[in-house]
């Protein structure tokens, strides 16, 4: 097509000859391509795409308020998401997010004591308070409408691991209940703190492959601490020494060598726990499309049928380890600041409570997203992290314990019908009145199925491990195999602190050096053409080098972190025209005269990155190099006149196109050696 409009326009003397090529973006009409002689006429040449265009011009309309009140009013819905949809709230929408509730706290209420007692180590009531309040304050303050917002395993265990670190080393110095809710409470101030400054970017600083190591090594952590429990195995390990500090390696070899002496009625009872709530996930995955399906409420129906079984049997008599006096509370627990430990233990806390900060909201922000695409809503990762942030706050001034999204819950939250954040408020709602009136009923409650519960709910975290891994091998990425396997191993081998730091560490590590590296690219013409440039390793075949003269392409904006290895890079360039050849190799290329900097896709630079360019032109000019800059445009064409750039490199020396400068080299060229070289 290409071929036609030249053939066309040359007809025509007053007509300048334009191109459609990929490295020259901006075009100009021949001044007989008005508008009307193009829809009028069939004979002229210029395409309908390429003239005035006949749809009316938008003006967007400016509601913004003048007066500062409904200015005020206007922010606060902003961030304050429930003055938005409450408002505008029906009977219709309460139907579903009630149904959404119930269903959702027949899985939470279990879960929270669970992970509370068996992950904690604390009272069975600091699970519910970290459900209600999290689940109360995430509603006011958060966009996503299906998430659903409570204890996670993978947290639960990190403060439990903490709390018995601590007691290992220090003896009774510390209050683990004191330790718990400090420790939630800096987990909400340093999410908040995050979503304050605007960090909401971060929540792709994890990549998939350590994400996935990491869940998969706390999975297996988990999986091997509770089996001690389903297995009756409690007091033995004591005996043995094998306590919360343990490594998974100490307690796998310890199962191996005394699970002969499990105890029969527990073990029986979890064997039957994990059978029935492992069917009903299978067959819930299976018939997806029966809602009522569902709606099964299986965790809290082995529950209570376990509670009526102990009681009425008297299974504490015969071993069988039950809640007990975990479930004493004197009433919903009143906001108040946790005692600090001494300054000698604070880094610990701190350290732990950043990381689990980072998992937490990495997490949540996928969750917040998925959900928001399928429901056609948008959230910001920023006003999430304000609100997770302040829902863990509130969590650990009410003695609760970490909150976040959890992609199971909001499955399930999904699927029974909710559609506003009302479905979280009632689920907290239910919470706390299980607080006041339900506790006590959880007595006779066995640890067995507690532990069934938390044994089930990881087991499915291991669900998406083969595909990923399948995934990782069709397309080859070693790379990220590796990075799987060392934070796996870190998490089960060494401890979870260790594995939690290494991929935390290792994601900033890999974030920090792909950023470093400028994305610059050498251009070349391609075959059969004299103005048509691409980066050559589009097609090399092709696409050829132009002898004497560099076309490097800059295809992201320069600041101070990726222009210390320009320099470099650059060199490289010049001698191999392939970042992928090894520089130990002899060069592949002779020394150009001739350097064209095209930046037309550079937005914009900073100081230090402008003077770096300043220190590369320098040096190109003592070596007698030509420097060409094509496309400076807007920000950055200010910052290189106001830098001495521009007047350094020469007016002259820049263009509006790549054949503008080429042009000018070739006339150089044959000012330079009397003939131009074809």
Not at 54 to 67: F, V
Not at 214 to 241: E, H, N, P
Not at 490 to 517: D, H, N, P, Q
Not at 612 to 639: C, D, P
Request: glycine share 6%.
């Amino acid at each position: 097509m290409n071929k036609s409009i030249d053939r066309g326009l040359s007809n025509d003397s007053s007509v300048r000859s334009f191109r459609l090529d990929e490295s020259d973006d901006e075009q100009t009409l021949p001044p007989n391509a008005s508008e009307t002689r193009v829809l009028l006429s069939n004979e002229d040449p210029i395409p309908r795409y390429m003239t005035a265009s006949p749809i009316p011009t938008a003006h967007p309309y400016d509601s913004a308020p003048k007066d500062f009140w409904s200015l005020l009013r206007m922010r606060a819905k902003y961030y304050l998401p429930i003055l938005q949809w409450l408002p505008q709230y029906t009977f219709q929408l309460f139907v579903g997010d009630f149904v959404a509730a119930m269903t959702l706290s027949c899985l939470l209420i279990p879960q929270g004591l669970s992970y509370a007692t068996a992950l904690c180590k604390l009272d069975a009531i600091h699970g519910l308070t970290g459900i209600a309040f999290p689940a109360i304050t995430y509603a006011i303050f958060g966009m996503s409408r299906q998430m659903s917002v409570g204890p996670e395993a993978p947290l639960a265990l990190l403060i439990g691991s903490s709390i018995a670190q601590q007691q290992h080393l220090h003896s009774t110095d510390i209050d683990p209940l004191a330790w718990a809710c400090l420790m939630t409470l800096f987990v909400g101030l340093f999410t908040l703190l995050l979503g304050i400054f605007r960090l909401g970017f971060l929540d792709s600083l994890m990549s998939r492959a350590l994400l996935r190591g990491f869940i998969t090594g706390v999975a297996l952590v988990v999986m091997v601490q509770q089996s001690i429990i389903l297995l009756g195995l409690v007091d033995r390990s004591k005996d043995w020494g094998v306590t919360e500090a343990s490594s998974s390696i100490e307690r796998i070899v310890f199962l191996i060598q005394n699970i002969r002496y499990a105890h029969p009625l527990s073990s029986c009872v979890s064997a039957i726990s994990v059978g029935i709530l492992l069917t009903m996930r299978v067959i819930k995955a299976k018939m997806a499309s029966r809602r009522w399906i569902q709606l099964f409420p299986e965790v809290l129906l082995v529950a209570i049928a376990s509670i009526v079984l102990t009681e009425y049997f008297d299974w504490e008599k015969d071993g069988l380890d039950i809640l007990g006096d975990a479930t004493e509370a004197s009433g919903i627990p009143l906001p108040s600041i946790p005692a600090f430990p001494q300054n000698k233990h604070m880094k610990d806390m701190l350290v732990t409570a950043a990381m689990i900060a980072v998992i937490g909201f990495v997490e949540s922000v996928a969750i917040a997203k998925q959900y928001s695409s399928r429901h056609n809503y948008t959230v910001s990762p920023n006003r999430e992290l304000v609100a997770l942030g302040v829902a863990n706050v509130v969590s650990g001034l009410c003695q609760g314990i970490p909150a976040y999204g959890s992609i199971s819950r909001s499955k399930i939250n999904d699927k029974a019908g909710a559609r506003t954040q009302m479905a979280g408020l009632l689920a907290g709602v239910i919470a706390l009145l299980a607080i006041v009136f339900l506790l006590p009923f959880f007595y006779y409650m066995p640890k067995a199925v507690l532990s069934s519960i938390i044994f089930v709910a990881v087991l499915f975290l291991l669900a998406e491990l083969p595909e990923d891994l399948h995934f990782i091998f069709k397309i080859g990425a070693w790379r990220d195999l590796g990075l799987l396997l060392v934070t796996f191993l870190a998490t089960m081998i060494i401890s979870l602190e260790f594995g939690t730091l290494i991929a935390v560490t290792l994601s900033l590590l890999l974030t920090i050096k792909e950023t470093s590296y400028p994305r610059i690219s050498i251009m070349g013409r391609v075959k059969g053409t004299n103005n048509k440039f691409k980066p050559i390793h589009d097609d090399p075949d092709e696409i050829e080098h132009l002898e004497d003269v560099l076309i490097v392409r800059v295809e992201e904006p320069l600041f101070f972190a990726n222009t210390g290895q320009l320099k470099d890079r650059l060199r490289r360039l010049e001698q191999f025209g392939d970042m992928s050849i090894h520089p130990s190799e002899t060069p592949r290329l002779s020394d150009s005269s001739y350097i064209i900097f095209d930046v037309g896709s550079m937005p914009y630079i900073d100081a230090s990155a402008v003077q770096i360019l300043l220190e590369i032109v320098t040096a190109y000019h003592a070596r007698n190099v030509a420097v060409y800059f094509v496309k400076v445009r807007g920000r950055s064409r200010k910052l290189f006149e106001t830098s001495g750039l521009i007047k350094l490199v020469g007016e002259n020396h820049l263009y509006r196109k790549v054949s503008d400068a080429i042009e000018a080299v070739e006339k150089d060229r044959v000012q330079r050696y009397g003939i131009l070289v074809q």
